[in-house]
């Protein structure tokens, strides 16, 4: 006999960079596990890369998602020649979506932001399907703070976002890190590269578009880091490699998919912009890292410095925390008031230069980077470090023990599952 009944289909949308998409993919490969039967779907920019990367994924795996592609357009806050034409491609696309919806039929929409997003989210609520959505920074943008309004539920990776939200809506999960990522090797990384496993290794990398800054940076410094360092360059689409030189010790990429997780795994040291993915990540595997935030106004809301921020605000409550809870006496409220205390003796900004695993330059000098990777690099465990290895050392593939923070596995673990069981529940609602 033939099942009739009709699947219960959840869409995806969101883009304007990778991380919108990736994260997409990590939220409903999970669900896909807990939700077999259900019909996923992706409603993407006709040209943008979410296409590209879920008929990526539909190729190396077994398909995710159906991708619809519509017109969009970004709402700026400046006049450019762009802003008319944009403005009625965002008008097309929620008129679009709008039709797509009622041929779909969708229980759920899951956004995780993005301009791409908000024409899909618009129409979702006109139509009365009920909307998740997730935001990566600390400080939301413009599309996700409109699609807050419409949303049922509000997801942050930063307790600080809440502020731009309806509380009664507003779940912090964290940043969901995908399974693969913590699959990485070290051996099998510094193997594909072909770099010395007694050597150190430095990862740069600029997010999905890449970073000019950062690639200029990489190029003023390479003579001196070669010396002592392997690097690994992420240049993003269109960055230019440090040397048109051939050098043994460096590799240079526009773009990595399938060997980021080994080269992550192989880098002793990451350098980054600070995007709340990138964060996730490095936090995940417990990397020493340097982050250059983007600078304003190409970050909306001075986001990825904040997001820095709140990285120095979890190191100190942690370390706040460990302080607090040697002493077994303690009650909650007492142990709270001494997290309080620690964060207050400890100013943000100077915990920024100090942190033994993270460091935040803004704007830096050639010589100001090469001072922070030499003054990481030399840096030993302490208390704020989180707790010392595992006996042996070892991990899976021939990978170091990650020294991972407790915060950072907490929230970075966790975080999919948290997302997982709240769509869950609307599902069934």
């Not at 070290?186 to 990398?205: H, S, V, Y």
């Not at 460990?322 to 964060?343: L, N, R, V």
């Amino acid at each position: 006999m033939v099942n009739t009944q009709a699947k219960t289909k959840c869409i995806f949308t969101g883009g304007g960079t990778t991380g919108h998409v990736t994260k997409n993919l990590i939220v409903m490969e999970a669900l896909k596990k807990q939700r077999s039967e259900m019909e996923f779907h992706y409603i993407g920019s006709k040209m943008g890369k979410e296409g590209e990367l879920i008929v990526s994924d539909a190729i190396n795996r077994v398909p995710t998602a159906v991708f619809h592609p519509i017109s969009t357009g970004k709402l700026r806050r400046y006049f450019s020649l762009e802003t008319i034409p944009d403005f009625f491609k965002f008008l097309a696309g929620i008129w679009q979506s709008f039709f797509l919806l009622h041929h779909l039929q969708p229980k759920l929409i899951f956004s995780s932001g993005g301009y791409v997003a908000l024409p899909v989210c618009i129409a979702a609520w006109l139509r009365g399907i009920p909307i998740v959505t997730h935001e990566t920074d600390s400080y939301p943008g413009m599309a996700n703070r409109l699609i807050g309004r419409m949303a049922k539920k509000v997801l942050l990776g930063y307790e600080s976002a809440a502020e731009y939200f309806n509380p009664n809506k507003v779940v912090v999960t964290g940043n969901p890190v995908s399974p693969k990522l913590l699959e990485g090797s070290r051996e099998r990384g510094l193997k594909k590269l072909g770099f010395d496993p007694n050597k150190k290794t430095i990862l740069f990398m600029g997010g999905s578009q890449g970073a000019e800054e950062i690639n200029g940076l990489v190029a003023e410094i390479l003579p001196q880091l070669l010396k002592e360092w392997q690097v690994v360059h992420l240049t993003g689409g269109g960055g230019k490699p440090a040397t048109s030189n051939q050098q043994p010790a460096y590799r240079p990429f526009s773009y990595v998919t399938t060997d980021y997780a080994d080269f992550l795994a192989s880098a002793d040291l990451v350098v980054s912009r600070a995007g709340g993915n990138s964060i996730a990540e490095i936090e995940a595997l417990g990397k020493k890292a340097i982050l250059i935030p983007l600078p304003l106004p190409a970050a909306a809301g001075d986001h990825q410095r904040k997001n820095a921020v709140e990285v120095a605000r979890r190191a100190v409550r942690s370390a706040g925390a460990c302080e607090a809870g040697s002493e077994a006496q303690d009650s909650e409220a007492e142990i709270s008031e001494k997290i309080s205390a620690k964060e207050s003796e400890v100013p943000i900004e100077e915990m920024l230069k100090k942190m033994p695993r993270w460091r935040m330059l803004e704007k830096p000098s050639a010589k100001e980077l090469l001072e922070a990777i030499q003054d990481l690099s030399a840096t030993l465990a302490n208390p704020l470090a989180g707790p010392p290895p595992a006996k042996g050392g070892q991990v899976a593939g021939g990978g170091r023990t990650p020294n991972l923070h407790p915060l950072a596995r907490g929230l970075g673990g966790l975080a999919t599952e948290k997302i997982v069981n709240i769509i869950t529940v609307l599902l069934s609602s």
